[in-house]
């Protein structure tokens, strides 16, 4: 019985690894048909991709000529792309690449206002986000630079007053504590700048005596650990999400309303408590949030 069942094991492994190799090669003669009819600068990519894949980065490395021409500096910024397995002649076709998609045509359209999504049939804006406030980004028309900027201005304005402690909680006390709720783009964007920020020197000393946690996933062991050891009457709640709907935002969002108004004995505390990030103003409002400490992006 045991051979039997060995064998019979033996057999669909076998199968399995057959279907599997069957699979791969037809797979590898779909590449190399792609790359048979490819235009001639995606075709040169290709050929260099396969001429570098058996060359060890180690080996590469060994170039100081060519570790020195891959720092690009802009600013206080330093890129350093030396230890990608690629050498000069490949980023000449790399390069060419680039001027045969016409990269910097499609930036200037992206930086123009141009409407360049073509799925969503919109301007691709994140670029406004971070225009100097004399900057003009045309949408239909409309420089939408100074609105991107009304809302930067109400963002300090808020958070000077929180830090101040002129915008107090619900039982007047000073909010010193952060809870931000989102999920996505909406929680991995604040939080990368919450990483970069903490250790500066001087964010470091404006932060000294706050908090700020971190709430995504829709999972109570995560919103425990999130509220751990804070105090309702002087924390603060970001809910970042721009059409509100999120479902895995509102559900916490909800859970951590719900939390505020046990601690702090009423409803009313969710206008002094909750700021959020969001377009749908109605939704917001629906919620609690006072209409002034929401901010559009």
Request: aromatic share 6%; with cysteine; net charge positive.
């Amino acid at each position: 019985l045991k051979q039997i069942l060995t064998s019979g094991a033996l057999c669909r492994q076998h199968r399995s690894n057959s279907k599997r190799a069957s699979h791969l090669r037809a797979a590898h003669r779909h590449l190399q048909s792609r790359k048979m009819s490819l235009p001639a600068p995606w075709a040169a990519v290709f050929a260099e991709a396969d001429r570098l894949k058996g060359t060890h980065l180690r080996t590469l490395m060994q170039d100081q000529a060519r570790n020195d021409s891959m720092f690009v500096k802009c600013g206080d910024l330093t890129l350093d792309y030396c230890r990608e397995r690629v050498d000069a002649a490949a980023m000449e076709k790399l390069l060419s690449l680039a001027q045969a998609m016409d990269v910097d045509g499609k930036k200037r359209k992206m930086f123009e206002g141009v409407k360049i999504n073509e799925t969503e049939v919109r301007p691709v804006l994140h670029v406004a986000l971070r225009a100097p406030r004399d900057a003009v980004i045309n949408v239909d028309g409309a420089n939408v630079v100074p609105e991107v900027w009304s809302v930067l201005d109400a963002m300090k304005a808020f958070s000077d007053k929180v830090r101040s402690g002129e915008w107090t909680g619900h039982t007047g006390k000073a909010l010193t504590d952060v809870v931000c709720i989102g999920i996505g783009g909406s929680y991995l964007g604040v939080e990368f700048v919450y990483e970069a920020l903490k250790t500066d020197p001087e964010g470091a000393v404006a932060s000294k005596g706050r908090r700020v946690r971190f709430l995504a996933n829709v999972d109570p062991i995560d919103v425990k650990r999130a509220l751990d050891g804070l105090n309702a009457e002087t924390t603060l709640v970001l809910v970042v999400s721009k059409t509100f709907t999120t479902a895995e935002t509102m559900l916490n969002a909800k859970t951590v309303k719900d939390w505020l108004i046990k601690e702090l004995g009423s409803p009313d505390c969710i206008a002094k408590h909750v700021a959020a990030c969001s377009t749908a103003l109605d939704k917001t409002a629906a919620f609690g949030i006072d209409s002034k400490n929401v901010f559009g992006f």
